[in-house]
C-alpha cells in the first residue's frame, strides 16, 4: 500500500496540467530524472501497451500496471545478473583447481593423468 501512494504522489508530481494521466512526452522527462533515457518512440509504446482505454495517454491505473512490468523486467535483470555471477564464480574455481592440479602433477615430473 505505500508502494502504491509514492506512485500516486510522483504520479500527481508528472501530471503537471493536473488532468488526470500524463503523456508521453511527460512520462519520458521523469523517467529522464530517473536517469532511464529512452527515445520518445519507445515511451509512446510503453503508454499504448497499457493505454487500457485507448485514449493515448496513462491514466494513475495504466501507470501502477506500467510501473508493475518495468519492476518485473528489473527483477528479471537481476536474477539474471546474480545467475551470472555465480556461473563466473564457478568458472573461476573451477579453472583454478584445474590450474592447480595441473601445476602439482608439472612440479612431480610428470605430465600423465592424475589418479
Excluded at 25 to 35: C, F, R, S
Aim: hydrophobic share 50%.
Amino acid at each position: 500500500m505505500e508502494n502504491r501512494v509514492i506512485l500516486q504522489e510522483w504520479f500527481d508530481r508528472v501530471d503537471s496540467e493536473k488532468s488526470g494521466s500524463i503523456t508521453a512526452v511527460q512520462l519520458k522527462t521523469a523517467l529522464a530524472v530517473g536517469n532511464l533515457e529512452f527515445p520518445l518512440s519507445v515511451v509512446q509504446q510503453m503508454i499504448r501497451m497499457y493505454d487500457f482505454d485507448r485514449n493515448g495517454t496513462m491514466s494513475f491505473q495504466e501507470f501502477v500496471a506500467l510501473n508493475n512490468f518495468l519492476l518485473k523486467v528489473q527483477h528479471a535483470f537481476s536474477d539474471l545478473e546474480r545467475l551470472w555471477e555465480k556461473l563466473v564464480s564457478c568458472w573461476i574455481l573451477l579453472l583454478f583447481t584445474l590450474s592447480a592440479r595441473a601445476l602439482i602433477k608439472v612440479k612431480m615430473g610428470g605430465f600423465g593423468w592424475m589418479t
